[in-house]
Structure formats: C-alpha cells, structure tokens
C-alpha cells in the first residue's frame, strides 16, 4: 500500500491552491484547432439560387422534384431548404447545400442564368459570398438617381415638308496628314441642301443605325453616336483600336470589333446603346469573318459560327441558348431569315462523294424543318427574299465540261412542309437579287461572260413543284445588281471596285413590269464605284472612289428611268451612304387606298414640285447676280487700278523728253540675190532700207 501511495503522490495532477492558469488552448493545441472546422466551410458548400416560381403547397412537391433533378447534374445535394410566406407559397428562393465545395462552384456556374422557363432564369449566389460582403465594413457610396436624358427627335428628318431624303459622304480624304471631311445633305430636286459639315469628324469610316436614328462616327478610341436636329452625341463607347461596328436590327445593341487581323487580341463587344453598358465581350480569332454575329430579324438572338457548330445566345440575358450550341458536324455557313427565327445552313460531310446537305432549324426549340442533300457540290450560298416567303441556296457543280450552278429555291410559304424547287443554269451566275417587295416571287441573275453576258429574270411558282420560269432576259456586260426598294425598276452597272478592274462607268435602267425587261436608258458614270437606291425608290447614287480613282471624283443623282438630276463634284470621295427609314407603319389597305386615289394628290405634288423649282431657280439666279455683280466690281476695281499706272507711265515720259537727243539707226531688212546665167551677165539686187 506504501508503494502505491508513493506512486499516486509522484503523479498528481491536481493543481496547487492559488495556481494560475496563464496558457491558453490556442498555445497547447494549435496544430490540432487549425483544422476545427468552421461556419465558413460549410458556407462553401451552399449557393442561393433565386427566382424559382412563386407556388402554393399543392405543386411544391412536384417543383422540388423538378428542381432536384437539374441541381444533382452538379453533384451530391446533401440538404435543400425553401423558405415559405405564411399562407405556404414559395419567397421565390431555394437553399441548396451539395457535398463539397467543388460540387456547389460547378452548380453556381452552370446554373447561374439558367432558363427553367420563359418567365424564370436562375441567378445565383453563393452563401459565402453573402457572409463576406456582409462583413465587410468598409463605407459604400451610394450611387445618385440619374435621370432620364431624353437624347430628343432621333427621326425628325421624317416630318421634312418637301419629304426629302437624307445622305452622308466623307471626302476631301488626305491619308498624308489623316484628315478628311464628312457632310450631311438633304437630297434636293436640283442640287444637295446642306445639313451639317464637320472636318474630321470620323478617323475612319461612318454609319447609320438600321432604322437611320443614329450617326456613327469610327476613332481610334472607340465608337461614337450622334442624332437629332443638330447632330448631336448622343452617346460613346470606349474601346480601343476598334475597326468596325455593327447594330441589332431594332438599334437596342451596337457591337464593335478589334480586327485580329490588325491588332494580336481581336475583341468583339456588345453595348447597349441608350446606356451605355457593356453587355458581353468575346474574343476574336483570325477565323472569324465579319460580321462576328448574325443578329435574328427581332433581336431576341444573334449567333456566330463555330467549328463543328453554331452558337445561339438570347437577349437580354447574353447567354447561349439553353446553356449549348447547335452540334452540326461539319457546318460551313448559315443566314437568319429575315421574318421568323429560323436558320438555313449548309453541311460538308467528311465522307468522300458523300452528298452536301442544306439544313433548316427553329429557334429556340431546336427543330429541324427541312434538310435537302446536294450532290458533287464545291459551295453553297444563301439569298433570302426580303420577305422571308422563299430562300435561295446557289449551289456550285463542278465537272469534267466546267461549272453548272444549281438554283435551289425554298418556299417557306407553305405551313405543312418546306418544298424546294430547283433550276439548272449552265452559264456562270455572277450576282443574284431577289425583288423587295412583300408578295413578289422574281428575281434577277447576271450569268455568262463575254458576249453571252446576260440578265435574266425569273418567276417562282405559287403552288409546290411548279418550278422556277426565266421570263425575260437581255444582253449585258454589268457586274453589279440593284433593285429599287418599291420593286419594278432594276439598275445594272459595271462597276469599278478595285484599281486593277476595268470599268467603262455603264450604267442602266431597266423596268421590269409585266414579267419583261425593257431597257429605259443607258448612260455612262466614269470609274463608277458604287449605286445606292433612296430608300423612297425614286432616286439613284452614283459615285466613284478615290482609292480607285483619284479623278472626277462625284456624286450623281439619278431618276429611276434614268434621266441625270445633280452632278455633285467631291474632291477625293471616299465614302457615300442614304440614310435609312424605319419600317412602314402604314397598312396595305391604306396604300391601296392611295394608290386608288392617286390622281387626287397628283396634283398637289406637281404644284409642290413646281415651287420647288422656281424658288431652286430664284435662289440659283440671286446666287448668279451676287456671283456677276462681285465679278464685276473687281474687274472695275482692277481698270482703275491699271488706268492710274498708265497715266504714271505717261506723265514720267513727258517730264523726260526734252533731255533726249535725236539718234538715226540704219540697218538691213532683207537681201536677195539672184543668178541667172553663170557665163553671162549676172544680175545682183540688194535692197537696203
């Protein structure tokens, strides 16, 4: 008992009376506290997803299953809390907390944007996030309200009383010193109204929106809009080294470009126009082509091509669709319908003597409408009638006895299914364009070479399988075609587009009324560079360029049959450009209404056009007289002027005759001799004056 007395005494761990403790845990047992776990390691595996639908008790079952299947794609759910209002319906967020924090970081972003229907897209937030912010005590200032800065009328040229058009042109170019000069005209009967001049105002090239309300100037730092009465900025956008820009179809969004070609880290960005705000970046490779995006006719979607597939993204969210591509092995180009969302495409497959096919899909639901195989084809390219009723994808036939091209038309008019009709044309079809007019199905083809050139018109059939008809044709050597935006009139021209093309500056007009082509006029442009229809139908642009010529560098204005308006000389042209209108807003019974009525309004538009000449001719001939009368005074002023020399001369003559002496000078004027016998007498004359 003694022994184990002593050994209890030697191993006591009581502590005496009156000891203090001075050693904490943390000083004992750090090792072993550093890995405590923390509220903060647990906050890792929890993400807040937000705006589910707001239902009451008798669907939340089914809701939580539905849920539960798309956050498992991401990893192990180990707990999901939904807070509740007092009558039981959802507060329109759920917590979900997965097995590691990787699991919840794949879960935020992946579901983060997440479309579970029209009316609900996900937006996450992670639970460690809101701790962090929560905690943080650092002062946040308060961004002020801004209010509203109405940038004014963006369409008041549309309310001008003698219904003018409105152009832009960039000329006096100097690459030298990098100046130029930009001006915008009002399109007068006789000669341009100036609007706005301004030296400099675009460091490269200009840009108006698609329903014409903006103004788009182009510099080195970015982008700029200007619009209203007096040209005014309306807003910038600030990127650097931008080469390009580009708008949705319902001017909500402007994209710029870096060119990768130019710069090593090409960019393209989406703003939104009236804020100012960057929406969404991507990058840009040397594969890209411009435009990067392809924009669906109401803006709810633009796409871009890919390898292997086509990328659709949705506004106003930025995201791809459904969170994935359109997987199209072998895609090599596709183009948006102007009326409906849809797209047409074209497929190379990698299977030797395997057919191409053309396919045709539905967005957002991703059906496929229509697919056509192509045989022995090279390339494809696609036109779309404005209307959107027919598409026609030109495909090249290569073969032992040269090229045939193959005219496949798509009527989309039909509700059931999507037929295609195809014709054959054994000519090289040079450029093709299709009527803009609603209920048209004509087109017109510049195809052959050499003295077979010819244009051709064309008719589609209204029912299924009734082909496509050439209805008219006539010789020409035009490269370039161009149909007036009220249809009927078509103006062809050879034009010259680069410095080593040949171009006789021929210029025609032809009325394809009634399923024929008459030739109207025929007149010459020299060098022409390019031809504009106004967006009213009854003008036509002429101009050249001086990147490839340097001479006579104008703007002319045409009629639609072809009779010349204006000549306007621009030194050094550079650019020319109609500024659009927005879409009709009248119905087409009203314009029948019109139409029917016509020789009621006739004549008021005579008088108004009958004004408008004389008071054109007044103004010319007051110019005229102020011109003469300038010309005149100056030349009176410049008689008087040598009169009072002369009479100078004369008085410093007079003072100095009587100082001169006489002096006679003789010399010979001429001498001719004469011989007329050499053994004879010989006759000399001389005369001497």
């Known amino acids: 008992m003694t022994v184990v007395r002593d050994i209890e005494d030697e191993h006591a761990f009581s502590d005496p009376e009156g000891f203090v403790d001075d050693i904490d845990d943390e000083e004992l047992l750090g090792d072993v506290l550093s890995s405590k776990p923390t509220d903060l390691d647990t906050y890792e595996n929890v993400v807040i997803v937000d705006n589910i639908p707001q239902i009451g008790p008798e669907k939340f079952e089914k809701l939580q299953n539905v849920l539960m299947k798309t956050f498992k794609k991401y990893g192990t759910v180990v707990n999901t809390l939904y807070p509740k209002n007092e009558n039981g319906t959802l507060k329109g967020f759920v917590f979900v907390e997965y097995e590691s924090p990787n699991s919840a970081l794949n879960a935020y972003k992946g579901l983060n944007k997440f479309k579970l229907d029209a009316k609900h897209i996900f937006s996450l937030v992670k639970l460690s996030d809101i701790d962090k912010y929560c905690s943080d005590s650092s002062e946040v200032e308060i961004p002020q309200k801004q209010d509203f800065k109405d ?69 080195s730092k970015g982008a700029a809009l200007w619009g209203c009465e007096n040209f005014d900025k309306i807003n910038r956008f600030s990127h650097i080294n931008v080469d390009s820009v580009d708008f949705s179809p319902c001017e909500t969004y402007i994209v710029t470009l870096r060119n990768p070609s130019i710069h090593h880290n090409g960019e393209c960005i989406i703003w939104e126009i009236l804020s100012g705000q960057q929406k969404r970046a991507f990058e840009v490779s040397m594969k890209d082509t411009w435009p990067v995006f392809k924009w669906s006719h109401d803006g709810k979607y633009f796409a871009r091509l890919g390898e292997d597939v086509v990328q659709v993204y949705e506004t106003p969210s930025f995201g791809l669709l459904d969170k994935q591509s359109f997987k199209i092995a072998g895609v090599q180009s596709f183009e948006w319908s102007p009326k409906d969302n849809i797209f047409i495409c074209w497929v190379r497959s990698t299977t030797i003597d395997a057919p191409v096919k053309a396919f045709v899909y539905e967005v957002p639901s991703r059906t496929e409408l229509c697919s056509k195989s192509l045989f022995f084809v090279d390339k494809i390219f696609f036109f779309w009638h404005p209307s959107g009723n027919y598409c026609c994808a030109r495909s090249d036939l290569k073969g032992k006895k040269g090229v045939s091209h193959f005219l496949n038309i798509f009527n989309f008019k039909s509700t059931k299914n999507i037929p295609v009709d195809v014709h054959e044309q054994k000519d090289v079809i040079s450029q093709l364009a299709w009527e803009p007019i609603e209920n048209s199905s004509r087109f017109i083809t510049l195809h052959g070479e050499g003295a077979r050139a010819q244009a051709s018109l064309y008719h589609v059939g209204e029912k299924s399988g009734s082909g496509v008809v050439v209805v008219a044709s006539v010789e020409t050597q035009a490269t370039s075609i161009s149909w007036s935006p009220l249809g009927r009139y078509v103006a062809l021209a050879i034009l010259k587009n680069t410095k080593s093309a040949a171009s006789t500056g021929t210029v025609e007009f032809l009325d394809c009324d009634q399923d024929e082509i008459k030739l109207v006029n025929r007149s010459e442009h020299y060098a022409v ?65 019109v139409t029917k009525n016509f020789k009621k309004y006739q004549a008021k538009f005579e008088l108004e056009d009958k004004m408008s000449q004389s008071k054109t001719s007044k103004e010319l001939l007051d110019k ?21 020399i002369g009479k100078t001369v004369e008085r410093r003559d007079f003072e100095g005759e009587d100082e001169l002496e006489e002096e006679i000078i003789e010399f010979v004027h001429s001498e001719e001799v004469t011989v007329v016998d050499s053994t004879e007498d010989k006759k000399v004359r001389a005369n001497a004056v």
């Open 151 to 219: 940038p004014g009328d963006l369409y008041y040229w549309l309310l001008d009383e003698q219904k003018r058009d409105m152009y832009a042109v960039v000329y006096n170019l100097n690459e030298v010193q990098q100046s130029n000069k930009v001006g915008v005209f009002f399109n007068s009967y006789t000669q341009p109204t100036p609007v706005v001049e301004r030296p400099n105002w675009t460091e490269t090239t200009i840009m108006w929106s698609p329903r014409g309300a903006y103004f788009t100037s182009i510099h």
């Open 529 to 593: 560079y390019g031809l504009q229809w106004d967006p009213s139908g009854r003008f036509l642009a002429t101009y050249n360029n001086s990147q490839t010529s340097k001479h006579d560098n104008q703007v002319i204005i045409w009629t639609f049959q072809g009779r010349k308006l204006q000549t306007n000389r621009m030194e050094f042209l550079n650019q020319f450009s109609w500024r659009p209108r927005p879409p009709r807003l009248v119905t087409e019974e009203h314009r029948e209404e």
């Open 624 to 644: 005229r007289r102020a011109l003469s009368k300038t010309f005149n005074d100056m030349v009176s002023k410049m008689m008087e002027h040598y009169e009072n």
